[in-house]
Nanobody
Framework: QVDLVESGGGSVQPGGSLRLSCAASGRTFSRYYMGWFRQAPGKEREFVAIINWSGTRINYAGSLKGRFTISRDITKNMVYLQMNSLKPEDTAAYYC???????????????WGQGTQVTVSS
């Protein structure tokens, strides 16, 4: 069992930055692949980024590569998403999730946080 709690969302102007955090509880946190997803109003939840336990395997949604950076600190049971050069189309609820294997599909993630809202607007 892994409990996930996101934080760090908020409102920012286009071009700004935010760092999302995901706090995980559970003794087996380090065994999971951790992913970030996002869901805009009226749209399906979409993959953002994924990282393995050691941080050596990382992948991003193609359109976000170069602006977003995922990282994790196993010692602190934390996963982060640094978001730079934010655009209005990045506005969404952002979720962290845990999976037993690397996947871009929401269906493969066993545990989810409650989400944190990111709004990019001038």
């Amino acid at each position: 069992q892994v409990d996930l709690v996101e934080s760090g969302g908020g409102s920012v102007q286009p071009g700004g930055s935010l760092r999302l955090s995901c706090a995980a509880s559970g003794r087996t946190f380090s065994r999971y692949y951790m992913g970030w997803f996002r869901q805009a109003p009226g749209k399906e939840r979409e993959f953002v980024a994924i990282i393995n336990w050691s941080g050596t395997r990382i992948n991003y949604a193609g359109s976000l590569k170069g602006r977003f950076t995922i990282s994790r600190d196993i010692t602190k049971n934390m996963v982060y998403l640094q978001m730079n050069s934010l655009k209005p189309e990045d506005t969404a609820a952002y979720y962290c999730a845990a999976s037993n294997f690397p996947s871009y599909s929401t269906l493969d993630y066993n545990f989810w946080g409650q989400g944190t809202q990111v709004t990019v607007s001038s």
